[in-house]
């Protein structure tokens, strides 16, 4: 009997909808961090072949076959990636890029990596870098004795060293963007990697047409609706004990035809 395989196939399909909901809820307070979406398509259909017959009306056929679905399977996981909350910190270092964009981290393996999470710090050598000591690129190294430092919204970073002296810039901290930016690879710690489905990086600085700008002293909240996340646990659920019972009236059926 096919509908144990194709219910089987859906109760599959709605468990793994339901790990994909786990894990935006878990993530629903990470900073930077972009929900996930499940698609799915439908399988192959078998065709079942019949003789060609003809209509009670004159000059029209009925279809010459039958078509019988073989159940669903897992199409994609795809990243939304609109704009999340932006909060406010107050912290000099905390960057959130209002609009399209992506900072750019280097890799202790030397590749370039991107992410939305602009909670940058300062290590022992005045370079700005992320929560796990990965330099912000391009690399920016704070002077000594900075008494005030201004990223503004173009990027440019802006050190004063002396109360009431000129401020000077030590450099731009520039942004990127891709073809395709739902095609990047996340490779955890809220960063990703380029690929061949995401198209080039394109570098710039923050401002220009296509790019964000830098709101400093802010974090980009993750962009996970709670309450929406809740309805779609609640919709993997339903549908999940309905394919169970589908398995459990074709376990019925099976018997009886036994008997």
């Known amino acids: 009997m096919e509908a144990l395989r194709i219910a089987a196939s859906g109760m599959m399909a709605q468990q793994f909808n339901t790990d994909v909901v786990a894990n935006n809820l878990a993530n629903m307070n990470t900073t930077g961090y972009q929900r996930r979406r499940t698609e799915f398509s439908d399988l192959l259909y078998k065709v079942s072949n019949r003789k060609d017959s003809v209509s009670s009306r004159a000059g029209e056929s009925v279809p010459s076959g039958i078509e019988s679905g073989q159940g669903v399977r897992l199409a994609s996981v795809y990243r939304v990636s609109e704009q999340g909350p932006l909060t406010s910190t107050s912290n000099t270092f905390d960057l959130a890029i209002q609009g399209h964009g992506y900072f750019q981290v280097l890799l202790p393996n030397g590749d370039t990596a991107y992410s939305r999470d602009g909670t940058f710090q300062m290590n022992g050598s005045g370079q700005l870098v992320t929560h796990d000591g990965f330099p912000v690129q391009p690399g920016i190294t704070i002077p000594p004795g900075a008494i005030d430092i201004t990223i503004n919204a173009s990027g440019e970073i802006l050190v004063s060293e002396e109360i009431g002296a000129e401020p000077s810039n030590i450099g731009t901290l520039q942004i990127a963007t891709f073809p395709n930016q739902g095609g990047l690879e ?13 198209g080039l990086a394109t570098v710039n600085n923050p401002g220009n047409p296509g790019y964000g700008m830098i709101l400093q002293g802010y974090v980009e909240s993750s962009n996970v609706d709670p309450i929406a996340e809740i309805a779609a646990l609640i919709s993997a659920q339903r549908a999940y004990e309905m394919n169970s019972k589908v398995i459990q009236t074709a376990d019925q059926m099976m018997s009886v035809s036994r008997k």
Not at 186 to 198: N, P, V
């Open 186 to 198: 996340a490779i955890g710690d809220k960063l990703y990697r380029e690929t061949e489905a995401s």
